[in-house]
């Protein structure tokens, strides 16, 4: 993923989140994540040592709560925000596009991921068919057609429980990335699971 911020634009957002309210660490790192739907969570090593150069610099101060520090904006800090404000506009601009290309390639990876799923189940039923072909017909017709069933069944739950977890492990690892998987997405996902179901209807 590209950075979100450029040089030196963490540390003014920074600046912009305790302007809403005083925070301790812990709360900015959230408010970061959750301002940005989850596709940007800095870590202690980024975010602490801009928070001592504002410190440094004037910008803000920092008050011991009981186990925390409590960072709070000083005048200065918010003269400093007005004077950037251009900057500030066009860094909440750029984290939008990000979101939105991030969700963009979670929903192709769906996407990817159910028609790929269509295409094993069909394959199963193709191999299922030739195997039940190619064995010897030692029964009547009625027992083969349910055993050939019965195959298909079971290459098709295989097939399901393979992309079962995969899709499992592709969606934690995309969340664990910052991709977004939000209501759109699954709607989607289970339109295309409802897509595959109409395969196994009876014509």
């Known amino acids: 993923m590209t950075p979100v911020f450029a040089h030196g634009n963490l540390r003014l957002y920074l600046l912009k989140l305790l302007e ?13 994540s959750e301002r940005f739907g989850g596709t ?5 090593g ?3 040592p801009r928070l001592a150069k504002l410190a440094d610099d004037g910008l803000i101060v920092k008050n011991s709560d009981g186990h925390k520090n409590v960072y709070e904006i000083t005048d200065a800090g918010r003269d400093e925000l007005e004077r950037r404000s251009d900057e500030l506009d066009a860094i909440e601009d750029e984290v939008s596009d990000s979101v ?6 979670v929903r192709t990876g769906v996407t990817d991921a159910m028609r790929s799923l269509r295409a094993e ?4 039923a193709r191999e299922a ?7 010897p017909v030692a029964t009547p017709r009625e027992p083969d057609a349910r055993t050939e069933s019965r195959v298909a069944v079971y290459e098709i739950e295989n ?15 995309a969340v664990a990335a910052g991709k977004v998987v939000d209501d759109e997405l699954v709607t989607m996902a289970r339109a ?10 009876p014509r």
Do not use: C, W
């Open 20 to 32: 809403e309210h005083p925070r301790n660490g812990y709360e900015i790192i959230q408010a970061l």
């Open 40 to 44: 940007y969570s800095p870590s202690a």
């Open 46 to 48: 980024t975010v602490y």
């Open 100 to 105: 939105r290309r991030l969700a963009d390639e």
């Open 121 to 124: 189940l069909a394959a199963a």
């Open 129 to 135: 068919k030739t195997r039940a072909q190619d064995e």
């Open 159 to 173: 097939a399901v429980s393979e992309f079962r977890r995969e899709l499992r492990s592709d969606l934690r690892k």
């Open 192 to 201: 295309e699971l409802a897509r595959v179901r109409e395969l196994l209807r």
